[in-house]
């Protein structure tokens, strides 16, 4: 009888137990792991609801500026194709100015609603600011105020970063830029960046590192700011020191609103046109800002869509 308990084994094991194993490895039966071993992750979940934009700028009431935010929407539109795109300006005082105009933008709270009440889930704040200074911070912490009021509204709201973050995205930048004043520098003009900048010294490093790739990139371009810790003086200096003649100058902005009209080209003597003009050198005013050129656009849709940061999560920690 023992001679036979293998045969039987055997037997049982490829008549019986054999057919069921294939069976469940067909229709994808799980089967017990072995003690130790780790359990696989279930992948994680990924949000299925309608996608929107909220495009966000500190805004402008210049009509003639209108066109850089113009050629962005259509930009949006284009790259989130059947997407509704909805616009926010930050600045209360803007958003008042023209709303008495009959033109009326709201404020982040006011999108981040209209995009909730078309049926919007998973949404897409993207800062239009050039730099994370003090603006960015704001608009930062006012979609997680109003993701705190409004809990479980969206599966899952992302923050794309402002234009310049990287080495990158300044290279991309600059290239864009030369290629677009091409023509109007000719072979001799130097390029004159107008930065804002601000009083506090937020994102004056960041500008200091942009300045110092631009110039790498090319070394008759410089830069300072209206409000920030470089100034149209350190610009003057360094321009007489590489002997320049011929400047063109433009906003490094993504509208060319009041700043370029009046603080950079206007006919006042404060003017940065005035001083290099009193300071001899011959001057072009290039009055366009970022949103007119498809380079600058192209890097803030590519942070639109790279953004993984979503608001409604805890940060992952790597």
Not at 13 to 23: G, N
Not at 116 to 127: T, Y
Not at 140 to 154: M, W
Not at 261 to 269: I, L
């Amino acid at each position: 009888m023992l001679r036979k308990a293998p045969h039987s084994i055997l037997y049982f094991f490829t008549r019986t137990l054999l057919p069921i194993l294939l069976l469940c490895a067909v229709l994808g039966t799980p089967v017990a792991t072995t003690a130790g071993e780790p359990e696989a992750k279930a992948p994680a979940a990924v949000p299925q609801g309608k996608a929107g934009v909220l495009l966000v700028a500190f805004g402008t009431s210049v009509p003639e500026a209108l066109v850089s935010m113009k050629a962005v929407d259509a930009e949006f539109k284009s790259a989130f194709a059947g997407q509704p795109v909805v616009w926010a300006y930050t600045s209360q005082i803007i958003r008042k100015k023209i709303a008495a105009e009959g033109h009326p933008v709201g404020g982040i709270s006011d999108g981040l609603a209209q995009l909730a009440s078309s049926g919007v889930k998973v949404v897409r704040v993207q800062s239009l600011h050039v730099m994370a200074g003090e603006e960015f911070s704001a608009l930062e912490r006012a979609v997680l105020i109003d993701l705190q009021k409004n809990p479980g509204r969206f599966e899952a709201v992302y923050l794309g970063r402002p234009m310049l973050e990287s080495k990158n995205d300044a290279q991309e930048l600059i290239t864009a830029i030369r290629n677009d004043v091409k023509s109007l520098r000719g072979k001799d003009a130097a390029l004159v960046l107008m930065g804002h900048g601000q009083s506090h010294g937020r994102a004056d490093l960041t500008f200091e590192g942009t300045r110092a790739l631009f110039h790498d990139a090319d070394k008759r371009v410089f830069m300072a700011t209206v409000e920030g810790a470089r100034s149209v003086d350190d610009l003057l200096g360094e321009l007489k020191a590489a002997k320049v003649k011929k400047v063109v100058i433009e906003p490094l902005m993504l509208v060319a609103g009041d700043h370029a009209r009046n603080d950079m080209a206007g006919d006042e003597d404060d003017s940065w046109a005035s001083k290099l003009k009193a300071a001899g050198f011959k001057v072009e005013a290039n009055i366009k800002g970022l949103g007119e050129i498809a380079g600058a656009r192209a890097i803030l849709v590519r942070h639109a869509c790279e953004s993984a940061d979503d608001l409604t999560k805890e940060p992952k920690k790597q």
